[in-house]
């Protein structure tokens, strides 16, 4: 017997539907990656750092993310791409949190706790990432 | 492929003579594949009829179950060749990463819930985590995703040659996408049932019902009719009734929703007997 995830048509897992279902009813930004970094679903809040709307653009492929923002660690030194919460939560497949400042396409510099989750489902399949952020006044 | 419905109600057994025509066994599915196999899907109380006109030597049976509610598995106990030690029955159910299948069925089976432990059972069936994907079983291909509804659950894609079955008993797609017109990729369970020569869906509620019930992981008639649509099947047959629901319940509800807008492909309200070539 072999199993392969080979679906008839693109199907987003149902962990990534529900917890889209769930962010769009929250106030404060919210990203949901795909297993190849791909920032699947973004919700209102989070369109304005990203430069654009989900309804109407879509999802926004990993290399275009990081050519979207500008990132620094709090006291602004460099921070390196691979330990940005979201890459740890996809490539290590754990939990991050750092706060961060972040200039988005508004151009806007905000400090911001990010907060990244990996996708774990039933079987051990690695879904992506979800991230939750929350400005900080400072 | 042959499918055979012996259990077509949902929740909880309805059984009466009001309930007489459409049923009122909980969900079970029989399936012969042209080689003669038997898969069966679900194990509700519908299984016990199933079981009741098996050949007893019965080489193998595949028993997928969605998930683990108990309108699901209450069939179980009372399943005939779990029974015979000479039968090969084998089980496959959602994969938990925190308990085994055994564990889980054991909540069921096994005193006080019922007098006979899972381990006890004289056939020892061989237990399962399905792998979410595709995979082959007895010539047949067979496509497993999980779906929306309350607790790990399945739906599954059965492709014999060219021809296909889609099982989605207990589904709640319209929680995924409100009106099921959004992004097909985003809709609960609809790469499973794209282009299927069968669809068998859930059909609890009208839509009034389902404006109070949103999240229990069911579907109204309507949005039966309209994930089929999206989904572009062949036919569709509509099934896990509503308990509360008489015969003549399920004639008003279905003479009103089918009614209600056109509909390009034939539909067929399930019914306990009912043996349909796919």
Request: hydrophobic share 40%; glycine share 8%; net charge negative.
């Amino acid at each position: 017997m072999t199993a392969d995830r080979s679906p008839t048509g693109r199907q987003m897992p149902i962990e990534l539907i529900l917890l889209r279902q769930a962010a769009s009813y929250l106030s404060i930004p919210v990203w949901l990656a795909d297993e190849d970094g791909d920032l699947v679903f973004y919700n209102e809040p989070a369109e304005a750092s990203l430069g654009r709307r989900y309804e109407e653009e879509g999802a926004l492929a990993a290399s275009e993310l990081a050519e979207t923002f500008q990132t620094r660690a709090e006291d602004g030194s460099n921070v390196l791409a691979e330990d940005l919460p979201i890459n740890i939560a996809l490539n290590q497949r754990r939990p991050d949190h750092k706060t961060l400042r972040v200039r988005g396409m508004d151009g806007d510099w905000r400090v911001l706790e990010v907060t990244a989750f990996p996708i774990e489902g039933q079987a051990g399949r690695h879904l992506g990432a979800v991230v939750f952020f929350w400005e900080v006044d400072r | 492929m042959k499918v055979t419905f012996w259990g077509t109600r949902g929740s909880i057994a309805a059984a009466g003579p009001q309930t007489a025509r459409y049923g009122g066994n909980t969900s079970c599915v029989e399936l012969r594949t042209a080689g003669g196999g038997l898969i069966v899907l679900d194990a509700g109380t519908g299984i016990v009829s199933l079981a009741n006109g098996l050949d007893p030597d019965t080489a193998r049976i595949d028993l997928l179950l969605t998930h683990l509610h108990m309108d699901h598995i209450q069939g179980l106990g009372f399943f005939g060749p779990l029974y015979n030690p000479d039968a090969e029955v084998h089980i496959w159910a959602p994969p938990s990463r925190s308990r085994d299948l055994s564990e889980r069925l054991s909540r069921y089976l096994a005193p006080p819930l019922f007098p006979v432990r899972l381990r006890d059972l004289p056939c020892q069936p061989t237990l399962h985590d399905v792998p979410i994907g595709r995979f082959e079983l007895d010539g047949l291909t067979v496509q497993a995703d999980l779906v929306s509804h309350p607790y790990t659950t399945l739906g599954y894609r059965i492709e014999e040659g060219e021809r296909s079955l889609t099982y989605l008993p207990d589904h709640e797609p319209a929680l995924t996408s409100a009106a099921l017109d959004g992004e097909p990729a985003w809709i609960s369970g609809l790469a499973l049932a794209t282009g299927a020569d069968l669809l068998i869906h859930d059909a609890q509620y009208s839509d009034a019902e389902y404006e109070v019930r949103v999240g229990w992981g069911h579907s109204s008639v309507n949005h039966a009719l309209n994930f089929a649509r999206m989904a572009g099947v062949e036919k569709l047959v509509l099934f896990h009734y509503d308990p509360v629901r008489t015969d003549d319940d399920l004639d008003a509800l279905f003479e009103v929703e089918l009614a209600r807008e056109s509909v390009e492909f034939p539909v067929q309200p399930a019914r306990e007997g009912d043996v349909l070539d796919v």
